[in-house]
């Protein structure tokens, strides 16, 4: 129902989605999730298009580790009491607003391959020739490839240019070091980025075994 | 600095402490944490009472499975945009206050042990010899064991009564099979039991390698 979009146009200049609202979903089925990282990815469904799908991927935030938040957390929860038994609690905590958001990927509009690719599946090693590579995997990867235009938004300084950390310009050997969307912004434990190679074309940066 | 201690008394007869006040208490150190997979141990002082302190252990829930609870989650919640770019949006979620709750085991009054117990520590793998238990991991057992009073409170229903699944009152082979507070209570993916035996004294069941 919420609506509060701040992007900042300016930083972001892919306007094509300048505000969101999740009333617009509702919920379709759960493609996966990992109980013991808490995260899920949850497909979605348009309320008014049913043609129109979104991935949503939800991870919790792990805590804070400095002593501003944490007294910030501990004067400002409340609580509720689930058990007691001698010196130990079983407690719910609510903590203040400021750490109660969760780190949310959207994808909208979402293809088939999205939703194959959150979607729980087995899992297989296995070696692969060079001729495998030739004949099976290289055409694979070339029919199914998603639309790199977010590579390229980023490469070109479309999109998410105060993520970027270092930007060498050589299109043979430059390469762009972001903050990846994986990352919550704030726990260094936690830093997760993203090194994008200016160089076109390579599918694979594997060493071949003959 | 909220006080809403609901437990139920007449379930949790361990009487000592019916409410709970986290404004009593301030940060004093981070003992552990796990960024993946969002935990953290925590030391608190008690503001008024310098020898009186706590271990604090959160640890964020897993995200829920159900059709009805994710409807809920997508028309209640508010975002915040982080980033945009292409179909891929980066954002701050915050849910309804029903899936805010964080999952928290208090202990306090706490020992010295209990903080060298979450205090991140250096894990060794070792052989140990029939001997070696004798002499050296027998005795290290004796003196520093834990109270087991949370243990006897169980087993003579004095405390988590609820939280009983099944209860063999036999001395001999006996136990108690009770829902361990590491479980959140919703998430069967997630679901934690902890069977107690009745006979005393059995300090190990490793089968001695001689």
């Given at each position: 129902m919420s609506i509060s979009a701040e992007a900042d146009e300016g930083k972001n200049?892919?306007?094509?989605?300048v505000s969101i609202s999740m009333g617009d979903f509702k919920f379709k089925e759960i493609l996966g999730e990992d109980a013991a990282r808490k995260v899920a990815f949850v497909l979605l469904d348009a309320v008014n298009d049913c043609s129109n799908q979104a991935v949503l991927i939800v991870e919790k935030t792990p805590f804070p580790v400095n002593e501003e938040d944490w007294n910030t957390i501990v004067s400002n929860c409340s609580l509720k009491i689930v058990s007691t038994n001698d010196i130990y609690s079983n407690l719910t905590l609510f903590p203040p607003e400021k750490f109660a958001g969760i780190k949310t990927t959207l994808i909208n509009p979402c293809t088939e391959k999205h939703i194959l690719k959150y979607r729980d599946q087995k899992r297989y090693v296995i070696h692969e020739t060079w001729d495998d590579y030739k004949s099976i995997t290289l055409p694979y990867l070339e029919e199914h490839q998603f639309t790199l235009k977010w590579i390229f938004n980023l490469l070109e300084h479309k999109?998410?240019?105060?993520?970027?950390i270092f930007d060498d310009?050589?299109?043979?050997?430059g390469f762009v070091l972001a903050l990846d969307?994986?990352?919550?912004?704030?726990?260094l434990a936690n830093l997760y980025v993203l090194a994008i190679i200016r160089?076109?074309?390579?599918?694979s940066i594997r060493r071949p075994v003959y």
């Open positions: 200049a892919d306007n094509t989605k999109a998410e240019v105060d993520r970027v310009p050589d299109r043979q050997n969307i994986k990352w919550d912004g704030k726990n160089r076109k074309g390579i599918k």
